[in-house]
């Protein structure tokens, strides 16, 4: 397990464990569980699970319009799309640390710093306190 994980997140990928409460609790070591993000399935009303996780799944009886047969139902406590994104990861290419521009004429104490997001670019002056 810790072999494939580390093997897809090197590749650049995000990386997240799917697996029951029993199997985590049972089967999963401590630092997997704390490296990477847990999808945890275990189909009750409340999880008495005690490890963290980032998605719960908790049902498999789910009803979604035009789908026939019952559906997954899922929390999802993270912004994993941010996270994603944020860390260049799945594809996405990292944002480039804000440039800084040390102003010479006011003795270090301010700085120019120049922010690209995206197509937009932000510039400002920053001073020390």
């Known amino acids: 397990m810790r072999a494939f994980l580390k093997k897809v997140e090197n590749a650049g990928y995000f990386v997240g464990l799917y697996g029951s409460a029993s199997s985590l609790t049972t089967h999963t070591a401590d630092d997997i569980k704390s490296w990477y993000t847990i999808w945890l399935a275990h189909w009750v009303n409340q999880t008495n699970y005690s490890g963290a996780y980032g998605i719960w799944q908790h049902s498999e009886k789910g009803k979604v319009a035009g789908i026939n047969g019952n559906v ?48 937009d670019t932000y510039k400002g002056t920053l001073k020390k306190e």
């Open 72 to 119: 997954d139902l899922d929390i999802c406590y993270k912004d994993f799309p941010t996270i994603i994104k944020g860390k260049g990861l799945n594809g996405w290419g990292k944002t480039p640390a804000p440039a800084l521009d040390k102003s010479e004429d006011k003795q270090d104490t301010t700085v120019t710093a120049t922010i690209k997001i995206g197509t």
